[in-house]
């Protein structure tokens, strides 16, 4: 689209070619990606006029996975976008669901609890935390999405890890030819071959998914006692399968792949890798990691596990979470498209430009943040939620906002205080933990975190009663760790 007047930079002059971007991930990756392309709007005032008139940027990647930009994360605004969102918030990720779900979220904590004092023989051991942490939080969203023996059987989860990996991996290149399209039409297609074989394997693996819940659904409507129950427990795609007889015309098999898509992208990795980044920031702080543990002591005591209503009374837990999303978002560079002609900030922005939030630069700047690369819980205390206006957004702001943050929360929130209430942790040897960004869709470390537990003395009796309950879990690809 030809402008009508060029985008001028602060000094006045026009704006430098937009070139394609490396892939780019991480907090200094986006900088340093950011910084030859263009003019790059990173002050948390900026944001404001971004998030009302911009949406998500359709590139290649977003078409071809997300089933033509029909998917919620990736569909314009519009009837059908709001209606997808609708469905999310209140039929999936509803407050009523995730309390009637909780005790999923806790027996795969416990069973997380268990497999680490198994490894430890009572004494100390090296976990490499990436995998486990990544494992935890697969088996918790397929449990909710699919049932308790979603995770057992066949080698599906290891088809569904491996695809995942692909997509984040995938989702964090810019390709040329979203900015050049003509070079589609002369042959380079390299990653749009890539995009079309990882879509290709996630879409059969999940429409494995849907014909095996409609068959569970059709066994369950030909017995008329459990077809009396009203079973607020049942498997999110059994939910939208109910939905899908009611309007078959509109729930489609894509639009169900795709919101189920959009959960396991969300809630698996992301989810994982915050703990990751915030178990990776206590072992570089002992004493926060000392508060955190005398505080859970405190409030729930030595003679049982966290649960998850417990979080409310456990603030400074709340900030080191918080603390950890303001120094590593989950989604640190996120593309948007502007929907009509705007100005900001003094630029001329065209209706279709594609605009990148710098989320990292706004939660680290200098400017708004006290030493924003020192790890100090203590700034968030006595603030609520996650969120302090435009200054820290981690997951997200407006209508784009993440709608499975509550989600997120309290499965962090839970495992975490799980973590620190039960083990003592310690760095392997001398060597520092390594802070270093990695590249990809989301903001994950170069290098896993390699950690030293032990179990704590006050937690045998815990470990004892875990041990005791007949947690439902699934059996677990832990043993293969």
């Avoid at 394997?201 to 999940?206: E, M, T």
Wanted: hydrophobic content about 40%.
């Amino acid at each position: 689209m030809p402008l009508e007047q060029p985008i001028a930079t602060a000094e006045g002059g026009p704006a430098p070619e937009w070139p394609a971007a490396p892939q780019a991930g991480g907090g200094a990756l986006a900088q340093s990606t950011l910084s030859p392309i263009g003019p790059s709007m990173s002050l948390w005032q900026t944001v404001f006029p971004l998030f009302t008139f911009s949406q998500f940027s359709f590139n290649q990647f977003v078409q071809i996975l997300g089933y033509n930009n029909t998917i919620l994360a990736w569909a314009p605004y519009g009837d059908h976008w709001r209606n997808l969102r609708r469905i999310l918030t209140f039929e999936l990720l509803s407050a009523h669901r995730l309390y009637r779900l909780s005790s999923i979220r806790h027996d795969e904590v416990g069973l997380l609890i268990q497999w680490l004092h198994k490894q430890s023989f009572g004494g100390e051991v090296e976990v490499e935390m990436k995998m486990v942490l990544f494992e935890l939080t697969y088996h918790v969203i397929m449990r909710m999405i699919a049932g308790d023996q979603s995770c057992t059987g066949d080698n599906k989860g290891a088809r569904f890890r491996k695809v995942l990996e692909e997509i984040y991996v995938a989702g964090g290149f810019t390709n040329v030819g979203d900015f050049l399209p003509f070079l589609r039409k002369i042959g380079v297609k390299g990653l749009e071959k890539k995009f079309l074989s990882i879509h290709e394997k996630s879409d059969n693996l999940l429409q494995e998914m849907v014909e095996e819940q409609r068959s569970k659904m059709g066994e369950r409507d030909d017995n008329d006692q459990d077809k009396r129950k009203m079973n607020e427990n049942k498997p999110m795609i059994q939910v939208l399968l109910e939905l899908q007889r009611m309007h078959p015309e509109y729930y489609t098999d894509e639009i169900i792949k795709g919101l189920i898509l959009v959960i396991l992208i969300g809630g698996t990795d992301k989810s994982a890798m915050t703990m990751e980044w915030t178990l990776s920031l206590l072992l570089k702080n002992p004493t926060v990691l000392q508060k955190a543990q005398a505080e859970i002591d405190d409030q729930v005591g030595q003679d049982r596990l966290i649960s998850e209503s417990n979080l409310v009374d456990l603030p400074y837990l709340h900030c080191i979470m918080n603390e950890t999303l303001r120094m590593y978002p989950p989604a640190p560079l996120t593309p948007h498209e502007s929907a009509k002609d705007s100005i900001v900030e003094g630029y001329h922005v065209p209706h279709g430009t594609i605009l990148f939030v710098n989320l990292w630069a706004i939660q680290n700047d200098p400017k708004v943040w006290d030493e924003p690369r020192q790890f100090r819980p203590e700034r968030f205390d006595g603030i609520k939620g996650n969120r302090m206006g435009y200054k820290s957004m981690p997951l997200g702001s407006g209508r784009r906002g993440c709608p499975g943050d509550t989600l997120a929360i309290r499965m962090v929130g839970l495992t975490l205080g799980a973590l620190i209430q039960c083990f003592e942790w310690d760095r392997v040897g001398e060597n520092l933990v390594d802070m270093e960004e990695g590249a990809g869709l989301t903001m994950p470390k170069a290098k896993p975190l390699i950690a030293m537990i032990r179990p704590r003395r006050k937690a045998f009796e815990i470990l004892s009663q875990i041990r005791k309950q007949s947690l439902i879990g699934v059996v677990s690809v832990r043993n293969e760790l």
